[in-house]
């Protein structure tokens, strides 16, 4: 298969500003980066995303791909990003059929910093299949949440981000973004699923953020069963991760998970450490 080219762009992730606190004292902290990265796919403008600008190549190519607007990572020739322009260039093999009608239509969604996915939220819903025997261990549910509290992250740093991760079924962690906006940090993920081959089936996506509909899809999308966060979930996450049968499980935070969906894919250990 061949692979796009990719640029390597690089930005700070962070940015020194001074501040006054409560008593006048004067000091300086680190808050989170943040900037337009506008994607334009062969020469034309596509959109602007709101980016931490940490993985802006892999930021692309997952959005194209949860925005179901290219099938394949072969599809694509090259993503070039230059931030002297705020911009990324996706030149593909055989551009994208009906792109205007395709994007003419698009949905606001509750993520931060406001993600947009285009066309009907539920298209191709009814048509994901994910793996009906993929099950996770109690103690494997322990073992991610403990690996993502002793993560080095920006959050730590500078607070203000949301942070997704992806681990395989036994809680080995593979991938961690972070990005001002949990949309942003998914795609992010998905792009550098795409560019490894990793598919999704025996995998279990952590986010930082809320379970909202836009996230249970763009996980099932990815092919994976399992969704967890330290957050909540919302009405219509909840609904649409039960009709696909995704495991959901919210408020994992120490010994403590909420499992809303897929009860039947969790393996409950009464002596899980």
């Not at 395989?168 to 550098?192: K, M, P, Q, W």
Request: hydrophobic share 40%.
């Amino acid at each position: 298969m061949s692979l796009p080219r990719l640029s390597d762009a690089r930005a700070p992730l962070t940015h020194e500003v001074e501040v006054l606190d409560e008593r006048g004292r004067r000091s300086t902290i680190a808050i989170p980066a943040e900037r337009a990265l506008t994607v334009y796919v062969d020469k034309r403008e596509l959109v602007t995303l709101m980016t931490l600008g940490g993985a802006p190549e892999a930021l692309t190519l997952g959005y194209l791909r949860n925005q179901r607007l290219v099938q394949a990572v072969a599809d694509i020739v090259s993503v070039q990003v230059d931030w002297s322009v705020d911009a990324v260039a996706v030149v593909t093999r055989s551009g994208i059929a009906d792109v205007e009608a395709r994007t003419s239509k698009k949905v606001v969604t509750t993520g931060c910093g406001q993600g947009s996915v285009f066309g009907g939220l539920m298209d191709d819903i009814d048509r994901i299949v994910l793996p009906p025997h993929a099950r996770l261990a109690q103690s494997t549910v322990y073992r991610i949440v403990d690996t993502i509290r002793t993560q080095q992250s920006i959050y730590k740093q500078a607070g203000s981000v949301h942070g997704c991760a992806l681990f395989s079924n036994t809680g080995e962690l593979l991938y961690f973004v972070e990005d001002v906006g949990r949309h942003n940090a998914v795609d992010a993920i998905a792009g550098r699923m795409w560019l490894d081959g990793v598919a999704g089936g025996d995998k279990v996506f952590y986010t930082t953020g809320r379970l909202t509909s836009e996230m249970v899809i763009k996980g099932a999308q990815m092919g994976i069963p399992f969704l967890l966060s330290r957050s909540g979930t919302t009405q219509m996450g909840h609904m649409v991760a039960g009709k696909i049968g995704m495991a959901l499980l919210a408020r994992c935070s120490g010994k403590h998970f909420l499992l809303l969906t897929g009860h039947e894919r969790l393996d409950f250990e009464p002596l899980a450490p």
